[in-house]
Nanobody, 112 residues
Framework: QVQLVESGGGLAQPGGSLRLSCAASISIFSINFMGWYRQAPGKQRELVATISSGGGTYYADSVKGRFTFSRDNAKNTVYLQMNSLKREDTAVYYC??????WGQGTQVTVSS
């Protein structure tokens, strides 16, 4: 059973940056798809960004140009670099593998 462990959440000011990490318990070479989702209080979970095994990426319009999804195959870890953070980015961020495997989530709060 693949396990995903997120880290890197916390408090940031508007306009600030955070980097989320998601470490997998297996080689991410064997994972076809990885994604970051987020869920704000009272809202449905939404897709933020995805990366394929080939390195292709997708970003939701709300984060395009501000967030960058990358992977380090040697460390079996993927990252979400979040820049120019906005208050509306506040949410619990979840890492996902192959659509059905989830991490425990990490809280991101953007506030002054």
């Amino acid at each position: 059973q693949v396990q995903l462990v997120e880290s890197g959440g916390g408090l940031a000011q508007p306009g600030g940056s955070l980097r989320l990490s998601c470490a997998a318990s297996i080689s991410i070479f064997s994972i076809n798809f990885m994604g970051w989702y987020r869920q704000a209080p009272g809202k449905q979970r939404e897709l933020v960004a995805t990366i394929s095994s080939g390195g292709g990426t997708y970003y939701a319009d709300s984060v395009k140009g501000r967030f960058t999804f990358s992977r380090d195959n040697a460390k079996n870890t993927v990252y979400l670099q979040m820049n120019s953070l906005k208050r509306e980015d506040t949410a619990v961020y979840y890492c996902n593998a192959n659509y059905h495997i989830w991490g425990q989530g990490t809280q991101v709060t953007v506030s002054s």
